[in-house]
């Protein structure tokens, strides 16, 4: 890794102006593309304490060889160049939003002689008219049903070249989706004037079609022409069909594209619903790998940077409006570059309420079960898993394979409440039978690292107790075995005589909890959980079992006694693992610190009674009607209540006979509620 001293420009040689910077790494490739309003100020960040920058920042200053810079004029031309760059370098360190499929569009042809519908992508072509986005599987859906009314011509130059040559058409003129003005059927101007028709159908005009092929039904069924009435039917059923295959969403003169991302420590997803005339025309998503430390307005900007500069030179893609979940940065340059590659006014704005604010919500809900879709596909393949198993073993130079793996989380609100949590992965799977919770009380419960430290000395205490249990039944068996072989001469009778005894002084042997020891053991938390584990484990003199700690915030991985974390990769495998077992320990703690936290916010004034459980508490209740009739009931009126005994019934008078439970309710602490009156 290169000293970033070894290249650092010198102050003075590097302008205050706009501009774009580049970092190069000693093979010369450019690793990073970033812009800033003034170019000395940005880059003497990245020098002057490198050691402070985040963990990805020191990354990139650290691989690069050289930094070079080029002067704008203004914040405008740094956008746009910014963009060019990453766009033609694909630096390594830059946010690249990537997909694997460009917009499907419906397009016709109307620079032919006969016009053509077809699905189009990519750059658009100049005498066409483009309708869309769509899905592939919709757009095509579309284009089938239409061709029945809009008999246009969909087939290749190819196919109607031969069709005029041999004077007979395709098989879609045999079948009237197409209306054959290769042979003759049609002439170019109807043909033409048919595509427009589409178009203008395709454009949202479609009541005036309807209403016309109705007239034309019943003119046909006063004719008694019932069998073109029925086509008639069908062609308006096919028309109601594609007009209504979206629903309205918005108003029917809006047209705009709504973005929306749902973001982890590592990745983020990011959909696009696209809006053309009030109905959501096609949708489109991303998984991008955070590799640079972004904002969520950093991520729109490089988000509509790099969707928008795509269709640059190809006026007409770019709605009116553009609907983000947050203001992106440089918001009015680039509002400004984005007017210009449309032709006409962008308006990019953040949605507070209404339809366009709950369609927002919708978006944002597909985003955030797009990552979990990409996540779940990632852990549930053997592959990846066997791969995320393997990297982590040679990361953290472990000799033994990680066939289970168990992650220790504390969740609490400022000290009340204190739970641990423990869960389970056994071949890079959960295991949830044997995910366990733990309260934590008393001295244990000041801090983190002592709740760490208690949670890990009862798991494991438990072990070695199912383990002893467990050396002590085989070593019964051993005895029965060897007594059961000096028996060899003895008859039937006696030998029947010695194994009943046998199996009545055999005691049966405990329920093994504990007794699988785990391989790695996972801690949430940085280097003071990870030292208090492995106290843990040193204090009950357990050695084969490894102690890692996943720091939250930088996704730093600990070992004990180190001054330094393990970096994994951000695209690791072993790193992905770490990170959803982290997640699922973490749920799991704080629900049963939720279930914790609301039982202790209920206080009832038969909470005090010795020997009265909560189902003799609701027996009373439903028995009594409230807490003011169980007090003022004799020891003989309680007795006839389900489950209550003569010293259960003496121990609920004398609880009631103290000064000090007259003045405790039934009370929810969260609200003020009286719950029992």
């Known amino acids: ?98 997909d694997d499929k460009t917009y499907p569009y419906l397009a016709v042809t109307m620079g032919e002689k006969y016009p053509r519908v077809q699905v189009m992508r990519g750059e658009r072509r100049k005498g066409t008219r483009y309708f869309g986005p769509y899905t592939a599987g919709a757009i095509r859906e579309t284009l089938d049903t239409l061709l029945r009314v809009f008999p246009v011509r969909s087939c290749s130059a190819g196919v109607l070249k031969r069709a005029e040559a041999s004077g007979r058409p395709c098989l879609l003129g045999y079948i009237d989706k197409c209306s054959a003005p290769c042979v003759g059927r ?19 005009e479609a009541k005036p079609f309807v209403s016309r092929l109705e007239k034309d039904m019943a003119a046909a069924v006063a004719e ?75 991520l729109v900007e490089h988000l509509l940077q790099q969707v928008y500069g795509e269709e640059a030179g190809s006026q007409g893609r770019l709605p009116r409006e553009v609907l983000v979940p947050a203001e992106p940065s440089n918001a009015a340059e680039l509002t400004q570059w984005l007017s210009g590659l449309r032709g006409a006014k962008v308006d990019v704005r953040v949605p507070q309420r209404g339809d366009k604010a709950a369609l927002l919500s919708t978006v944002r809900d597909n985003a955030e079960h797009a990552l979990k879709l990409h996540k779940t596909r990632r852990a549930g393949d053997l592959t990846l898993r066997s791969q995320a198993l393997q990297e982590l073993q040679e990361a953290l130079d472990l000799p033994v394979a990680l066939l289970r793996i168990e992650c220790y989380d504390i969740s609490h609100v400022q000290g009340t409440n204190v739970v641990g949590s423990m869960v389970v ?28 430290h208690d949670v890990l000395t009862r798991r494991f205490r438990h072990y070695l107790q199912d383990q002893a249990a467990q050396a002590a039944q085989a070593d019964a068996a051993r005895r029965h075995g060897n007594q059961a072989g000096h028996q060899v001469a003895l008859g039937a009778a006696a030998e029947a005589a010695v194994a009943v005894a046998l199996e009545n002084t055999t005691t049966p042997a405990p329920r093994a909890r504990f007794a699988y020891p785990p391989n790695l053991v996972v801690v949430d938390g940085g280097k003071p959980q990870v030292n208090a584990a492995a106290r843990a484990l040193a204090g009950l003199g357990i050695e084969d079992v490894y102690v890692v700690g996943l720091a939250k915030r930088l996704e730093e991985v600990w070992l004990p006694d180190s001054d330094f974390p393990v970096i994994l990769p951000r695209a690791s495998a072993g790193l992905y693992l770490l990170q959803r ?84 309710p039934a009370v929810n602490m969260t609200t003020g509620e009286i719950l029992e009156t």
């Not at 043909?191 to 395709?202: P, S, V």
């Not at 019932?226 to 108003?251: M, Q």
């Not at 619903?273 to 998503?285: D, E, L, S």
């Open 425 to 452: 992965v056994e071949d890079g799977l959960p295991k949830k039978s044997d995910y366990r919770k733990f309260s934590v009380t008393g001295d244990a419960a000041t801090d983190d690292t002592a709740a760490m």
């Open 224 to 298: 008694l022409d019932y069998e073109r009435a029925a086509r008639l039917r069908d062609d308006i059923v096919a028309l109601k069909k594609v007009f209504e295959r979206n629903a309205v969403v918005l108003a029917e003169d809006t047209d705009a594209d709504v973005f929306a991302l749902h973001e982890d420590e590592l990745e983020a997803a990011v959909q696009v619903f696209h809006v053309r005339g009030g109905r959501i025309r096609g949708q489109r998503g991303w998984v991008v790998e955070k590799v640079e430390d972004s904002t969520v307005p950093d």
């Open 186 to 204: 049609i002439s170019a101007e109807d043909h033409r004037a048919l595509a427009e028709d589409f178009c203008t159908f395709m454009g949202g």
């Open 581 to 664: 077992i982290r997640d699922e320990a973490h749920r799991f703690a704080i629900t049963f610190h939720r279930q914790k936290r609301g039982k202790a916010m209920t206080v009832s004034a038969l909470d005090g009674v010795p020997g009265l459980g909560e189902s003799k508490r609701k027996a009373l209740l439903a028995q009594f009607g409230s807490v003011k009739s169980i007090q003022a009931a004799s020891a003989e009126e309680l007795r006839a209540s389900k489950g209550i005994g003569p010293s259960l019934a003496e121990a609920i008078v004398r609880h009631f006979s103290t000064d000090d439970a007259e003045a405790v």
């Open 1 to 98: 890794m290169a000293d970033p001293a070894s290249y650092r420009p010198q102050t003075g040689e590097i302008p205050s102006n706009p501009g774009v910077y580049r970092f190069r790494d000693p093979h010369g490739r450019v690793i990073y593309v970033g812009k800033a309003k003034n170019l000395r100020s940005r880059l003497n960040s990245y020098f002057a304490n490198p050691a402070g920058l985040l963990p990805k920042t020191h990354a990139m200053v650290h691989a690069a060889s050289s930094v070079e810079w080029t002067v704008v004029g203004s914040e405008l031309e740094s956008l746009q160049l910014e963009y060019t760059w990453i766009k033609e370098f694909a630096p390594r360190f830059n946010v690249m939003f990537r």
